[in-house]
């Protein structure tokens, strides 16, 4: 079972090696994203290594990591995915090579995922191994291995990033961002070869990857440029599948934005997309979601859209899941939480209201900010239309909050709803504006002194 513990990565503000880019990708029927690369000189058949930083912006569903190879048995394809359950798979085309017990579902921490191939070793176990954040994983409840000298499917006919070639037809893609994707021909290597255990902290840390053995057909992508997202660094490049200058995030192992969690459990579930980042609700239920990002202290900001009023938008407390019971949410709610719907409002643990008067028409003309303050001496959220905070109203006391920790959260009714937090957002970006520090893209410069939600700000003034 998946632990969420303090040495997972959640991004450092100090690693030698500063990250600056990641992809974000999202199944989407016949425009899921997605890499893709034609072999054209044979490479090694025996030996191989797949690096990759992921980050999951959802579980409970089967999605691909990487495949090479498009020959559907074991010797013309191998792949790693998640399965449905959250566990990892590595696998040919007809056997299950390793099958992980553990599960993936932490969606608020990169994993440093690493597949090493090597069927000429005359140790069986070492011939496919899994490392996840430099420690080798040894505990499966499948494991079938290569005989030695097998040929592999590695290196073979086509590679791809983020799909399967032999099961393109179901568009069992990945969901959510990658950063740091190594491919290496010939070369079966240790996860040291890509990262490191930070000294302090003794979190797994990306070192550059740039000097590593590449093959014939390897390759190392950093998602550095926008206008051509398959570009590599060293080796050859992919073609991208619907990606495009749009899908480039901030995001990454070395700093880590806030995103929507979909382990926190409401009565009515939405659909989740877009690197966790939108929420949809074609239902008359009211749907919650929370973010992966609690807050006790400092001044943060992000920013949301709205196709319209079915929507509440604000901050919720830690344990509280019943923002979204059926029927009227205003009256549903749990416990203290502040939220736009038409007219700014707070309520408390009992479901009073305490209704401001501000009115105001949620479209999608419109971005609302939200500016968290718990650091000065009368805690305050503010709200924000289109840059300008709504007066008379739009800034509201919470120092009842000051024991708590507190979550930005959204729920909806027929409704689309889109969050930037400043890593990445579907929203159409025209300003770029950062925080004082230089984080975040934001459609509206945050106010003087609020940060965006990202690990570098966290460990600066999060407390």
């Given at each position: 079972m998946e632990t969420f513990i303090g040495s997972a990565n959640r991004g450092s503000i100090s690693t030698g090696y500063d990250v600056e880019n990641s992809v974000k990708m999202q199944t989407a029927g016949t425009s899921s994203e997605f890499f893709n690369h034609n072999i054209s000189s044979a490479g090694s058949r025996t030996k191989g290594t797949v690096s990759m930083w992921i980050k999951r912006g959802d579980t409970g569903l089967l999605q691909y990591l990487w495949e090479q190879g498009n020959t559907d048995?074991?010797?013309?394809?191998?792949?790693?995915?998640?399965?449905?359950?959250?566990?990892l798979r590595v696998g040919g085309g007809s056997t299950v090579l390793l099958n992980t017990e553990r599960v993936f579902r932490d969606t608020s921490a990169w994993y440093h995922i690493v597949v090493s191939i090597d069927t000429t070793s005359g140790t069986a176990n070492n011939r496919v191994r899994i490392y996840v954040n430099g420690v080798e994983e040894t505990f499966f409840n499948i494991r079938n291995n290569f005989s030695q000298n097998d040929t592999t499917g590695t290196n073979f006919q086509k590679q791809f990033v983020g799909l399967s070639g032999v099961d393109e037809s179901s568009f069992q893609?990945?969901?959510?961002?990658?950063?740091?994707?190594?491919?290496?021909?010939g070369v079966a290597s240790a996860p040291t070869e890509f990262g490191k255990f930070d000294d302090d902290s003794g979190i797994w840390i990306p070192i550059d990857a740039s000097g590593v053995t590449m093959g014939t057909n390897g390759s190392y992508m950093k998602f550095e440029n926008a206008s051509s997202m398959g570009a590599a660094t060293a080796g050859h490049a992919f073609s991208v599948q619907n990606i495009n200058q749009n899908d480039q995030c901030t995001d990454t192992p070395t700093n880590n934005f806030c995103t929507w969690n979909p382990l926190w459990v409401y009565a009515t579930q939405p659909t989740i997309s877009e690197g966790a980042t939108k929420t949809v609700n074609a239902s008359s239920d009211w749907t919650g979601a929370k973010s992966t990002i609690g807050l006790t202290k400092g001044k943060w900001y992000w920013e949301y859209k709205a196709l319209n009023n079915s929507s509440l938008i604000g901050i919720q407390t830690d344990g509280e899941s019943n923002i979204a019971a059926s029927g009227n949410a205003q009256s549903k709610l749990s416990t203290m939480a502040l939220f736009l719907a038409g007219e700014v409002e707070a309520v408390d643990a009992g479901g009073s209201r305490d209704d401001t008067g501000v009115t105001f028409t949620f479209n999608a003309a419109?971005?609302?900010?939200?500016?968290?303050?718990?650091?000065?001496?009368?805690?305050?959220?503010?709200?924000?239309?289109?840059?300008?905070?709504?007066?008379?109203?739009g800034s509201i006391n919470i120092d009842g909050l000051a024991d708590k920790t507190v979550f930005p959260f959204n729920a909806v009714n027929n409704n689309t709803v889109t969050v930037n937090f400043g890593g990445y957002t579907a929203n159409a970006i025209s300003s770029a504006a950062t925080d004082a520090n230089g984080y975040g893209t934001f459609e509206f410069a945050p106010p003087t002194g609020f940060y965006a939600l990202c690990s570098k700000n966290l460990a600066e003034y999060g407390g």
């Open positions: 048995n074991d010797n013309g394809r191998i792949f790693a995915r998640f399965l449905a359950d959250d566990t893609s990945f969901n959510g961002y990658m950063a740091e994707v190594v491919f290496q021909d419109h971005t609302f900010g939200i500016a968290l303050d718990m650091e000065s001496s009368t805690q305050t959220i503010s709200f924000y239309q289109n840059g300008s905070l709504i007066t008379n109203g």
